[in-house]
């Protein structure tokens, strides 16, 4: 049966599309395979039976997409839960508890000598003479 519904929807598809490529455009293009007034369905046009073939197609389309997809869906039965077939990973170990490291004093901060206590620099031994 699948089978069967694939086959009419790929011939409705093809279908389709040469419906649709047949019908005349608005700016008067005409057909699409050889345009012009004289076409194959006369100077009047095909608007009716192209557009009545083109919702017919449509419609077939329509029904064979739909059915389709209900006949290849995977029915789940309702008393059946799709968590049921999912493992569930062992927790992982207890790590031992590490005690919290203790508290200590806050540490003064090193102070910096300001430029009135900064040692004074020896003076420079001068160059021998000669």
């Not at 012009?36 to 197609?57: D, E, H, Y």
């Not at 004093?105 to 090193?110: R, T």
């Amino acid at each position: 049966m699948e089978t069967f519904i694939l086959t009419v929807h790929v011939v409705v598809c093809v279908l389709l599309v040469i419906l649709v490529l047949l019908q005349s455009g608005k700016e008067g293009m005409g057909v699409i395979f050889g345009g012009g007034s004289s076409s194959l369905f006369g100077s009047s046009g095909a608007g009716g039976v192209l557009i009545k073939l083109t919702t017919f197609a449509a419609v077939i389309f329509i029904v064979t997409s739909l059915s389709y997809n209900v006949l290849t869906t995977e029915r789940v039965p309702a008393q059946k839960s799709v968590i049921e077939d999912v493992q569930i990973e062992q927790p992982a170990p207890a790590a031992p508890a590490i005690p919290a490291p203790a508290v200590a004093e806050p540490v003064e901060q090193a102070q910096v000598p300001s430029e009135q206590q900064a040692p004074a620099q020896s003076p420079q031994p001068e160059a021998p003479a000669q």
